[in-house]
């Protein structure tokens, strides 16, 4: 079972940028996919963005429609690290932000595997 640590959330205006980061405390090279994800209050944990591994679609990256275009996730197996740029960020982006092993098809659904419970996530503002 893997373990994720995240961080780089805060507080960020209406149109601002914000990155986050989050480590595995394995190696993330042999996974379908993994993925951001983000939770608000009261609701399920959403996908926001995957990137296939590289023996399964060639780092391939996917996202959940509303942040197509604004968002940007990348991965450095070295580093056992995830990464999501987020650009022009909107209100409705405030959540906590997660990382988790997924499949690539399905984690617009909030689906994960391979971890037996959620890291503490990193929370993100996005206020005036």
């Known amino acids: 079972q893997v373990q994720f640590v995240e961080s780089g959330g805060g507080l960020v205006q209406p149109g601002g940028s914000l990155r986050l980061s989050c480590v595995a405390s394995?190696?993330?090279?042999?996974?379908?996919?993994t993925a951001w994800f983000r939770q608000v209050p009261g609701k399920d944990h959403e996908g926001v963005a995957c990137?296939?591994?590289?023996?399964?679609?060639?780092?391939?990256?996917f996202y959940t429609t509303s942040v197509l275009g604004r968002f940007t996730i990348t991965r450095d197996n070295s580093k056992n690290s995830l990464y999501l740029q987020m650009d022009r960020v909107k209100p409705e982006d405030t959540a906590v932000y997660y990382c988790a092993p997924t499949l690539c098809s399905d984690f617009r659904s909030g689906y994960y595997y391979g971890m037996d419970r959620w890291g503490k996530g990193t929370p993100v503002t996005v206020s005036s």
């Open positions: 990137i296939s591994g590289e023996g399964y679609g060639h780092s391939s990256t």
């Open positions: 394995k190696s993330i090279a042999s996974y379908y996919g």
